[in-house]
């Protein structure tokens, strides 16, 4: 402790000073990162570029640093300031674009949390990092939005809406009139899996669907990989000779369920992950192999896309709700009355329908302690694998004999190596 008066140590001034300076100089590189960006793509025109954003930024941070309690006094006068700048921008250059007016009020709260906390400097890090690529990504994001429809937009939008004001109204407890269900969970779970999908398509958008054979095959599984497979086998009965490579799509399809069933459990139940992994990770590498197989041995390289719907919709979103409901009913059921075999009965004939109900559920169940670990485990690659047989009948059934064939012996495969982990 030193006196008032008392020299400090210049060793404990410059331990004092230093995590100060490199959060400023944090602050001052993510001003300049984004400052660039606006600067190389004439967004910024004279209103901002590569050396007002780090002033901002350094005026955030400098501000928390030293006077945080005029935090909002010093974000409203350059608010004013920058509104000011704006309003000139657009009188010389008629431009009234906001984006670059949001990123710079954006940037002196960057700012400040570089010298709030070590939590805010790594926020800060993030959000600056995102803020630069959703700035650089302009076109896409355009030519994205102009891809969708009205009914698309529509869809969507009622989506979000029902998701963000029936969540919260939903009362998070086990209800007896729903025979114990926590109807806030069914619906979570049922924004999660909407979720996953429409992130997939979304990239499917951006990309789009013909930039490739396995990426075709992996965001339209990603989606729904029923569908593509039904959208698979359809188009080899009008053109038989692309049988390899729509083949090819389906097993990529079909394999990517896995994955995505890891991702569930990782969200519902991390301590299960590492179980379900092993059975699921050596199916997905074993289809993997064959996939590849089965490409070699295409001598064709025609184009196929995948029908792919926006998953955001209500109706698909109730019926998965409903079906996960049941499932999680039955389950419980099925296990306090006919026990484990009870749970691998259910996760057959949900499989046949849905993996993502069963993979929750099973999740849930164990994460509760009314399932054990193996018995979720091993219902979950037992639904994985019922829905794996599906996509085989598919093939048969809307394809050609040799899409069939080929479909069965690739997913029997990767049927075998999941059964043959859970069960010897």
């Given amino acids: 402790m030193h006196r008032v008066g008392e020299r400090v140590p210049v060793t404990a001034a410059s331990e004092a000073l230093f995590p100060l300076v490199w959060h400023l100089l944090v602050a001052v590189g993510i001003g300049a990162l984004v400052g660039l960006e606006r600067e190389a793509s004439e967004s910024g025109g004279s209103f901002a570029g590569s050396r007002t954003f780090p002033l901002l930024a350094l005026a955030g941070a400098l501000t ?3 006077f945080p309690s005029l935090l909002p006094v010093v974000v409203g006068g350059l608010a004013l300031a920058l509104l000011v700048g704006y309003v000139g ?25 570089t010298t709030h906390s070590q939590r805010g400097l790594v926020v800060a890090l993030v959000s600056g990092g995102v803020l630069t690529a959703l700035l650089s990504a302009k076109g896409r994001i355009h030519r994205f939005a102009e891809r969708i429809d009205d009914e698309e937009r529509r869809a969507t939008v009622k989506f979000v809406l029902v998701v963000l004001v029936v969540l ?27 979720g996953l999908s429409f992130a997939a398509y979304v990239l499917s958008r951006v990309v789009g669907t013909t930039r490739g054979i396995a990426l075709t095959g992996f965001l339209g599984g990603f989606v729904s990989s029923t569908a593509t497979t039904v959208s698979m086998a359809e188009q080899t009965t009008d053109s038989p000779g692309i049988y390899q490579v729509s083949a090819f799509a389906i097993v990529v399809a079909s394999v990517v369920m896995f994955p995505r069933a890891l991702v569930e459990v990782a969200v519902v139940n991390p301590a299960l992950l590492p179980h379900v992994a092993v059975p699921l990770g050596l199916m997905t590498g074993a289809g993997v192999l064959a996939a590849v197989v089965v490409y070699w041995r295409s001598t064709r390289e025609d184009a196929v896309t995948a029908e792919i719907e926006n998953p955001f919709r209500l109706q698909p979103a109730l ?3 409903a079906l996960f409901a049941a499932v999680l009913l039955v ?53 994985a694998t019922a829905n794996t047989l599906v996509k085989a009948a598919l093939a048969w059934i809307l394809g050609t004999r040799q899409l069939g064939t080929l479909v069965t ?13 859970v069960f010897i």
């Fill in 319 to 321: 019926v998965f709700g």
């Fill in 64 to 66: 928390q640093a030293f």
């Fill in 409 to 421: 012996a690739v997913l029997g495969l990767v049927v075998v190596v999941g059964l043959a982990v």
């Fill in 168 to 194: 919260p109204l939903l009362p998070d407890r086990e209800l007896e009139a729903l025979y114990g269900l926590n109807p806030r969970f069914v619906w979570l779970m049922v924004a999660f899996v909407s």
């Fill in 331 to 383: 389950s419980e059921s099925a296990n306090s009355v006919l026990g484990v075999s009870g749970v691998y009965a259910t996760a057959f004939v949900s499989g046949l329908a849905d993996v993502d109900a069963m993979t929750l559920t099973l999740s849930k169940l164990a994460a509760d302690g009314t399932v054990a670990t193996d018995v979720a485990t091993t219902g979950i690659v037992i639904a």
């Fill in 89 to 113: 921008k657009v009188w010389l250059e008629g431009d009234i674009g906001l984006t670059t007016l949001a990123a710079g009020l954006l940037m002196v709260l960057l700012g400040a949390l």
